[in-house]
C-alpha cells in the first residue's frame, strides 16, 4: 500500500523463509510449554517471520503466550525489554503495521518496570517521521498508564500545531484533552413550558460536554485566529474552530397538537424517532389512552412526525376543557396541552426561542461578534477564501435575517469564484438557509402562511417538521422536482401553490385531513403522478394547466374517477 | 495548503484502458510479485479485489468459477466431529497455518486455526460474485465464530486470540450479518454505541472513540448503520448533515482520506460511496473526481495506484474502479455502496435471502 521496497536477494529470502515456516508449523502443532530451550528456539524463529511479516497476528499471538509463561519478575524485565528493542526495529521498518503496535502496547503495559518516559520519547520520534498515523493511538495509551498531566500534553500540541498549522492531528488531540481540563458537569437547560419541571438531560456525547464552556476557554480561540491568519484556506484550524463555538439540539417533543372536529393528535420531535416503539404515551385528564401511534408516510419508520387518532367521542365536545400530555417516556420528556373550547389546539417551542437554526452557540454573542469582526478582516485581505462558510455560519448564529442580503451574496461569491468545485453543495445549502428564514418570518408574523416563491431558486425541501402548524404553503417559481413523502407531515395544510416548478412526484401529499386547494401549473406531472392526491379526502379545487397531463385522452374523466370528490379542475 | 488546479488536466478526455485492468486481474490471480508476500495471510482479501474488479469490468468469464469457489471453501474453518472449535468459526486468509486441503467436514481440530472477520467477509463476497448458493457455508460456525470477536465496548476482534480492535471489523461483521441475513452473530445496540462514540468533534469518525476523523472509517460507520438499517436513529439530522459536510469537503479533485493529507484513488469509493449512502453525491465534482482516478491509472500494466506516477495495487485497482462505477462510467457495473459488491452479485443474494426465507416459512402449511 504504498511502500517502496528494496529489491535485495529475493528469491533467497523467499527460500530462507519457507524454510523457516516449515519448522514453525512443528513447533506449533507440538506446543510444549515445559521446555525452556523449546521457547527460546519458537521465539528465534517467530521473530524472524515476523521481520519480513509483521502482519502476521497468529505469530504475536504466540509469542503472547510465550511471554504470559514468564514467572521470574528479572527475567521477564530483560525478556520484555528485548521484546521492546525488537519491535523498535520491526517499526523502524513498517511503522504502520497494526500487529507491531498492538503488541507493542501488550508488552509496555505487563513491563514490570516500565519506562514510560523512553516511550513518549519513541512517540516523539515517530510522530515527527509520520505526525498523522498510528502513533497517536499509542501516545494516548502512554500518556493514560502513566498519568501524564494534561497540561503537559496540551503544551506538546501548541508546540506541535506551532511548527505546522496543518497538522490535523495535533488539532484533533487538542480537542480530546481540553475536555479533561474542564470536566465540570453540564447544568439542565431552562424550563420551556409555563410551570413545568426542567427536562432532565440525557448523558452528553463527547462533542456537546465541552460546549458548557468557562471564560478561560475563550483565550484558545487566539491560537486558532493566529493559524486563519497564517493559512486562510488549511481546513484543519476552521473545523476545531467551529467546534469551539458549535452547540447541539436537545432532544424533546417540539410541538403537540390537537384537532378536535377530526379527535386527532399530532406530535413533533427535535429528531426523527420511531414511536411504535412504545416509547410514546398518551395521557388525558389523567388517564392514560389506548391509541396506536403511525408515522405520516408508510415509508418512514424514523419520522420527526407521528400522528394518532383519539378513541371517537372522547374529545369532540368542544364546549369542554380538557388537558392533554404527550410523554416521551425514553427522554424523560414531555408536552402538556391544553384543549380551550376551540376546535383546533397546540403547544410548541417556536423556531425563534429555541435559536432553532443556529449551529453555533450564541450563549457567547460578544464572543461571536468580535469573531465575525475578525473573520471579515481576513476576508478582505483575501477575498477568494474558503472562511466565507464560516462568516456564513457566524452570521446564521448572530441574525439569519438581519444578515439574509449578505448570506446570499457570500454563497454567490462561493459558488462562481472561491471554491466552484462545490456549487451544488452550496445551492442546497443555502435553499436549506432560505426555508430557514422564512420560517423565522412566518414566526415573527404569527401566521400560519409559508411563501417561498421567485428569485429563490428551491432546489429542495427541507425542516418540513417543522411546518405541522402551516395551513397555506406556497413554493411557486422555484426548482423543485418533487413534494416529498416528507411533505406529508404538513397535517394542518389547506391550500398548496407549486406552480412553476418542474414537479413531477407528489408522494408526499399523502392524506392530509383539511387540503382542500392545490395549483400546480406549469409542472410535468402526468396522470400516475397524480395518484397520491386520491388519498386527501377534502380535495375540492385542482389546478393543472400547463401540465403533460392535460394532454392526455380522456384526461376529464380519468380524473373525475381518480378524484371524485373535485369539483374544480382547472386544466 | 491551497488547493491545486491542474488546469490543462482539469477536461482532458483521459482514456479509460478497460482491456488493461482486466489483464490485471487475471495476472493477480494467477501470481503476485515477491513482495506481495507479507500479505500471504489476508490472500482471499486480495482475492476479492480481484473477483469484484473483474465484475465491475463485466469481465468474469475469464475466472475459472469452479475452481475459485473450491478454493475459498477450503479456507472455511470446519466443526469437528464434537463440535468443540464452533466459536473459531469463519474463513481463514490463506492456508499459511498448514491445515490440510479440505473443503468439506468434519474439520481438523488445530489449536491456532480460526477464522478472520475480514476474510470471513470478502470470503462471503467473493462466493456471491462467483454465483456460489452459500450452500456449503457453515452458517451455524460463522455465526458462533463472529459472536465471541465483540467485546464489551461493542467493537470486534479479528480473531478469537485477540487482536487490535476498531470500527473496521464492525463494518465486517455487519456485512457478514447481513450476508446471511442473521443478525444474531452481534450485538447491534453495543456496535451502534461504539460507532457514535467514534464521532469526532469534527463530525465524522474515527477508528474508535477519541481518535481521528477519517474518511475510511466514517465508511465504515455510515455502512454498517445502513446494513443495520439504523441510520436515521443512531445519527440526528443535524449530525449527519455536518457528516454530510465533512466528506464533501474531502474532494479536492479526487478525495482525501483527512484534511491537508493528499488525495488518494482508494478514498474516491470510501468517501464517494459514504456521499452516495447519505444522498449528497449529486453534489460532487464529478469531472474532477475522473480525472484524478484516471491520472493514477496504469497505462502499461493495468490497474490503479494511490497516487499518480506510483505503482498500482489491487486495492486501488479495484476501488479505483469502484470509484468510476459510482459516477456512472460507461462500461461499468454499479456497485452497491453499503455491501461494496456489484449490483448484480447483490441482486443474487436478494434472490438466495428470498429462498431461504421460503424455505423457512414453507415447513409449515405444506398441503
Known amino acids: ?66 511471554l504470559t509463561h514468564l514467572e521470574d519478575e528479572d527475567e521477564a524485565q530483560k525478556i520484555y525489554e528485548a521484546e521492546l528493542s525488537f519491535l523498535e526495529s520491526c517499526l523502524k521498518v513498517n511503522p504502520k503495521s497494526y500487529g507491531s503496535w498492538h503488541h507493542r502496547g501488550w508488552v509496555s503495559a505487563r513491563l514490570p518496570r516500565p519506562d514510560w518516559a523512553r516511550e513518549l520519547r519513541l512517540c516523539d520520534r515517530c510522530l515527527s517521521l509520520d505526525d498523522r498515523n498510528h502513533c497517536w493511538d499509542y501516545r494516548r495509551m502512554v500518556v493514560k498508564m502513566s498519568s501524564v498531566p494534561v497540561k503537559q500534553e496540551l503544551e506538546f500540541t501548541d508546540r506541535l500545531i506551532g511548527s505546522n498549522f496543518s497538522n490535523y492531528s495535533s488539532w484533533h488531540y487538542r480537542s480530546t484533552l481540553l475536555p479533561l481540563l474542564h470536566p465540570g458537569s453540564p447544568e439542565p437547560p431552562p424550563s420551556r413550558c409555563d410551570g413545568d419541571p426542567p427536562h432532565s438531560c440525557s448523558p452528553p456525547s463527547p462533542q456537546t460536554h465541552f460546549h458548557r464552556v468557562c471564560e478561560e476557554q475563550l483565550l484558545k480561540y487566539e491560537l486558532v485566529q493566529n493559524a486563519f491568519f497564517t493559512d486562510p484556506n488549511d481546513q484543519s484550524a476552521w473545523f476545531y474552530y467551529r467546534w469551539l463555538l458549535g452547540r447541539e439540539r436537545e432532544e424533546m417533543i417540539s410541538c403537540a397538537y390537537v384537532s378536535r372536529e377530526q379527535e386527532r393528535v399530532a406530535v413533533a420531535f427535535s429528531r426523527p424517532v420511531n414511536a411504535q416503539s412504545g416509547s410514546l404515551l398518551l395521557v388525558l385528564d389523567g388517564q392514560p389512552q389506548r391509541v396506536e401511534w403511525r408515522s405520516v408516510h408508510p415509508h418512514f419508520k424514523h419520522s420527526p412526525v407521528w400522528i394518532c387518532d ?80 464560516t462568516i456564513i455560519l457566524l452570521m446564521r448564529a448572530l441574525d439569519p435575517l438581519g444578515y439574509e442580503k449578505e448570506t446570499l451574496a457570500h454563497f454567490q461569491t462561493l459558488k462562481q469564484e472561491v471554491d466552484s468545485m462545490r456549487s451544488a453543495y452550496y445551492s442546497d445549502l443555502c435553499s436549506k438557509f432560505m426555508i430557514e428564514n422564512t420560517i423565522l418570518k412566518m414566526e415573527y408574523a404569527e401566521v400560519r402562511v409559508f411563501s417561498i416563491s421567485d428569485r429563490q431558486n428551491l432546489t429542495t425541501l427541507c425542516h418540513l417538521d417543522q411546518l405541522l402548524l402551516v395551513t397555506h404553503i406556497n413554493l411557486s417559481s422555484n426548482q423543485l422536482r418533487r413534494l416529498p413523502p416528507q411533505f406529508a407531515m404538513l397535517q394542518c395544510l389547506e391550500v398548496v401553490e407549486a406552480d412553476n416548478n418542474s414537479i413531477e412526484n407528489l408522494e408526499g401529499v399523502y392524506h392530509l385531513p383539511k387540503l382542500e386547494e392545490v395549483s400546480l401549473k406549469n409542472n410535468i406531472s402526468t396522470l400516475a403522478d397524480l395518484q397520491p392526491l386520491a388519498s386527501c379526502p377534502k380535495l375540492r379545487r385542482l389546478d393543472l394547466r400547463g401540465n403533460p397531463v392535460t394532454q392526455t385522452a380522456n384526461v376529464e374523466s380519468e380524473l373525475a374517477e381518480l378524484l371524485p370528490s373535485v369539483a374544480d379542475l382547472l386544466l | ?97 498448514g491445515i490440510p486441503y479440505s473443503t468439506k467436514g468434519p474439520g481438523v481440530l488445530h489449536p491456532y486455526d480460526s477464522g478472520h472477520v475480514a476474510m470471513t467477509y470478502t470470503g462471503l463476497c467473493s462466493l456471491l460474485i462467483l454465483g456460489d448458493d452459500l450452500s456449503r457455508v457453515n452458517k451455524e460456525a460463522v455465526l458462533a465464530g463472529l459472536k465471541v470477536l465483540q467485546i464489551e465496548d461493542g467493537s470486534f476482534y479479528a480473531v478469537p486470540e485477540g487482536s487490535e480492535n476498531d470500527i473496521r471489523f464492525i463494518y465486517c461483521a455487519a456485512s457478514i450479518c447481513y450476508m446471511l441475513d442473521d443478525w444474531s452473530g452481534m450485538d447491534t445496540q453495543k456496535a451502534i454505541e461504539y460507532i457514535r462514540g467514534s464521532l469526532s468533534y469534527d463530525n465524522a469518525f474515527g477508528q474508535g472513540a477519541g481518535r481521528e476523523s477519517h474518511g475510511g472509517w466514517t465508511y465504515c460507520a455510515i455502512a454498517s448503520l445502513c446494513l443495520m438499517g439504523r441510520l436515521d436513529e443512531a445519527l440526528s439530522p443535524r449530525e449527519l448533515n455536518r457528516i454530510r459536510r465533512w466528506c464533501i469537503m474531502r474532494q479536492q479533485s479526487g478525495f482525501h482520506g483527512r484534511p491537508n493529507k493528499p488525495v488518494d484513488t482508494c478514498y474516491s469509493f470510501w468517501v464517494g460511496a459514504t456521499l452516495e449512502l447519505l444522498d449528497v453525491f449529486q453534489f460532487t465534482h464529478f469531472e474532477k473526481n475522473r480525472s484524478f482516478i484516471l491520472s493514477t491509472q496504469d497505462r502499461l500494466v493495468g490497474g490503479f495506484a494511490k497516487w499518480p506516477d506510483s505503482h498500482p495495487d489491487p486495492l486501488h485497482a479495484y476501488l479505483g474502479l469502484c470509484g468510476l462505477s459510482l459516477i456512472g462510467e460507461p462500461d461499468l457495473r454499479k456497485v452497491h455502496p453499503a455491501l461494496n459488491i456489484t449490483q448484480r452479485a447483490f441482486q443474487h443474494l436478494q434472490q438466495l435471502q428470498q429462498t431461504w426465507r421460503d424455505n423457512a416459512g414453507s415447513c409449515v402449511g405444506r398441503q
Not at chain 1, 524463529?45 to 499471538?61: C, E, G, I, R, V
Not at chain 1, 417551542?349 to 469582526?373: C, H, M, P, R
Not at chain 2, 485492468?21 to 490472500?43: C, D, G, M, N
Open chain 1, 310 to 389: 383519539l378513541p371517537p367521542g372522547t374529545i369532540s365536545d368542544i364546549a369542554n376543557e380538557h388537558n392533554l400530555t404527550v410523554h416521551w417516556t425514553e427522554k424523560h420528556t414531555h408536552r402538556d396541552c391544553a384543549l380551550y373550547t376551540r376546535s383546533e389546539s397546540w403547544c410548541r417551542d417556536t423556531a425563534t426561542d429555541l435559536e432553532l437554526f443556529s449551529e453555533l452557540s450564541v450563549e457567547k454573542t460578544s464572543v461571536l461578534q468580535s469573531e465575525l469582526q475578525s473573520v471579515n478582516q481576513l476576508q478582505e485581505l483575501e477575498p477568494l477564501n474558503k472562511c466565507l462558510l
Open chain 2, 1 to 97: 495548503m491551497a488547493e491545486e488546479e491542474n488546469q490543462f488536466e482539469e477536461f482532458e478526455q483521459i482514456d479509460f484502458l478497460k482491456d488493461r485492468h482486466v489483464r490485471f486481474f487475471q495476472r493477480t490471480l494467477q501470481v503476485l510479485p515477491e513482495r506481495y508476500a507479507s500479505l500471504e495471510t489476508t490472500r482471499l482479501s486480495i482475492l476479492f479485489f480481484a473477483l469484484s474488479g473483474l465484475d465491475v469490468l463485466d469481465a468474469l468469464e475469464v475466472v475459472d468459477s469452479k475452481v475459485m469457489i473450491e478454493w475459498i471453501y477450503s479456507q472455511q474453518v470446519l466443526p469437528t466431529q464434537d463440535k468443540s472449535n464452533l466459536n473459531r468459526g469463519g474463513f481463514r486468509g490463506s492456508a499459511h497455518i
Open chain 1, 1 to 66: 500500500h504504498g511502500r517502496v521496497k528494496v529489491k535485495t536477494t529475493a528469491q533467497q529470502e523467499e527460500e530462507k523463509r519457507k524454510e523457516r515456516e516449515k519448522k514453525l508449523k512443528v513447533y506449533v502443532a507440538a506446543r510444549d510449554r515445559k521446555d525452556g530451550v523449546f521457547d527460546d528456539e519458537a521465539l528465534q524463529l517467530t521473530q524472524q517471520l515476523l521481520s519480513a511479516n509483521p502482519d502476521f497476528a497468529t505469530l504475536w499471538n504466540y509469542r503472547r503466550e510465550i
